[in-house]
């Protein structure tokens, strides 16, 4: 949560960094940050510095997303934001499938994570040169200067976009939830082992790098956001309370009940992409920010909705509740005018 709470700062404030120094020598600073950031984690042995650089690399990977969402607005046509954001983002949520495995064979069944600490800060050297060597020519927007009060005018001059963040903060609420519940709920109440998860959240993960760039390239073809995101959000609602029906310790239904549930979710997700990206251009830095704002802010909300929801409810049950707050997307969703 103070990660969390340090990234929506950093988004409120990088804009001003921006547009002093650019976002070419933003971006290649913090890189150099995050490195910097990933060393002292493997270096440091008090729990305090190591707390310290977590909550600090928390934020910097965050705002080095920023950073790529302008490089990326910058250069796509108006006429391919749907397949430009959906390769984006399939391959950005591959790692996320790719990660996972990367790191358990660095484990390798021990109880020694530092080798996974190593192979992240490995990552950011290549990451660091790739922006130094392609983007060294970046014409940087004549991006806007706003007053908070002025930003606050301008989004809400959008009639779409404050729908649009909504429902982008129920998506990364669900996210949220489920990354911290579903695993221990796997573990502590089905009974499953770690290599057993391993092998669902991996099944599960399927759709992001899959489905996402075919269903920018229709949105951009032949159908509108809107009806593929209504249908995301139905699928992904729908579907998360249908975990709470299943009483077997059996690794297929949970992969595909699962599995069901983030197909739902990756439609849902590269729709909000899409039809934000096509409202907005790389000078809004500032709307940028607060559109990014709601992932970070989840880490409030997810949380929350499980202290509350445990009160009232049992732990499969949750999956209802959380399924039902999905289903409640559809109310802003059907005022959205279609693009």
Known sequence: MAGAALTILGFLLVPILIRRIGNYATTLWFILLQIILFYGLLASSSPIAITAFFVLQTAVIALIGLNLDI??????DASNVGSVRG????????????APLIGSMLINGTNNY????????????????????????????????????????????NKNWDKLFAVNLILQTFYAWMVVYVPIYLNKTVGFGWDDIGIILVIMLLPFPIIQYPLGRLADRKYGEKKMMIAGFLLMGVAT???AL??????????LGLLTTRIGAAAAEIMIETYFFKTVSARDTAALGVFRIT???????GPAIGIIGLLFVSQSYMFIVVGAICLLALIPISTIRDK
Do not use: C
């Not at 390769?87 to 996320?96: E, I, Q, R």
């Not at 192979?119 to 991006?143: C, E, Q």
């Not at 299943?246 to 992969?255: A, E, F, P």
């Open 246 to 255: 299943i009483h077997s310790d059996n690794i297929v239904i949970w992969s």
């Open 241 to 243: 309370m249908m975990l």
């Open 71 to 76: 490089f990326l607005e910058v250069y796509t």
């Open 114 to 157: 530092h080798n996974t600490y190593v192979a992240g800060l490995a990552m950011l050297i290549p990451l660091f040169y790739l922006v130094y060597r392609n983007f060294p020519r970046f014409k940087d927007p004549n991006y806007t200067h706003l007053s908070p009060w002025q930003l606050a005018k301008h989004i809400a001059r």
């Open 295 to 301: 992932r970070p802010l989840s880490y409030f909300t």
């Open 87 to 98: 390769l984006y983002t399939a391959t950005m949520n591959a790692s996320w499938v790719i």
